[in-house]
């Protein structure tokens, strides 16, 4: 079989060993030359951003060298407020490989308008309607974000509690289509499908988490056609009393 190497790739494959061999000069001669010119951008890791922000967001233009210090473009990265992290490798002759970790957000609050925020009480500038996002709806009356932060305390500690879950019992949020503090300061987790409430005190560990994971397997199991039944009933798994799981029927309002 014949290979073909176009001349500027050909030149490509003796000065890379040469510019590698030669860390002080190396870079900066080949910085100039044509072939290493970014001709392609690849994004991996993201979910709530769409790739041409990343690309927009970091700096990175078509026709720059890829031999331009990377730690500027993860400088500007680092700098959004959806991303953790952010990495910019050279994949050689021409391309730019962009690795994101995002902020994980644990809820969607309305301030404003509906928009994903962190454990943390950050607000991401995300449209969830253009990155869809499986969250549960933050409820507190006279919410409002200042600066892109909840400063409300309420939902500060809600918002804490959702992200302490989401570590615990990652299968759990999901399904949870609504959160919010009852008067007493415990939790109300809202699920859809089934109708289901959950009444959580705060702080529950991971042990009140799984005897609630075998409580609602146990539900599907038994009784999905209760629990998927009419929206007039719902059932209520109470975990506030140390050591006891109670379930009531009462009737939707």
Same mark, same amino acid.
Do not use: K, Y
């Given at each position: ?6 001349? &500027?790739?050909?030149?490509? /494959?003796?000065? %890379? =060993? $040469? ?8 870079? #900066?001669? +080949? !910085? ?83 928009? &994903?925020?962190?454990?943390? /009480?950050?607000? %991401? =500038? $995300? ?8 969250? #549960?709806? +933050? !409820? ?83 009784? &999905?056609?209760?629990?998927? /039944? ?24």
């Amino acid at each position: 079989m014949r290979l073909r190497l176009t001349v &500027p790739r050909l030149l490509a /494959g003796v000065l %890379l =060993p $040469v510019g590698f061999a030669t860390p002080f000069w190396g870079p #900066p001669v +080949l !910085r100039n030359l044509d072939v290493f010119r970014v001709e392609r951008v690849e994004v991996s890791g993201t979910h709530l951003l769409a790739p041409h922000e990343v690309v927009a967001s970091s700096g990175i233009r078509l026709g720059q060298s890829v031999w331009e210090d990377p730690r500027a473009w993860e400088e500007a990265l680092g700098a959004h407020p959806a991303v953790e992290a952010a990495s910019v490798e050279r994949a050689l002759p021409g391309t730019l490989r962009v690795r994101i970790t995002e902020r994980r957000p644990v809820a969607l609050v309305e301030a404003g308008t509906l928009r &994903p925020a962190t454990a943390d /009480g950050e607000v %991401l =500038p $995300v449209d969830p309607s253009r990155a869809p996002v499986d969250l #549960p709806l +933050l !409820r507190v009356a006279g919410l409002a974000a200042s600066d892109g932060r909840i400063e409300d305390p309420d939902a500060r500690h809600l918002l804490s509690e959702m992200g302490r879950i989401a570590q615990l019992d990652p299968s759990l949020l999901p399904r949870v289509s609504e959160v919010r503090r009852t008067p007493t300061g415990d939790l109300l987790l809202l699920l859809s499908q089934p109708v289901i409430e959950l009444l959580l005190p705060p702080a529950a560990d991971s042990e009140r988490l799984r005897q609630l994971r075998a409580v609602l397997d146990d539900l599907e199991r038994r009784a &999905p056609r209760h629990i998927d /039944g009419p929206s007039t009933s719902r059932v209520r798994i109470d975990l506030r009393f140390a050591d006891q799981v109670v379930l009531r029927l009462s009737s939707a309002p």
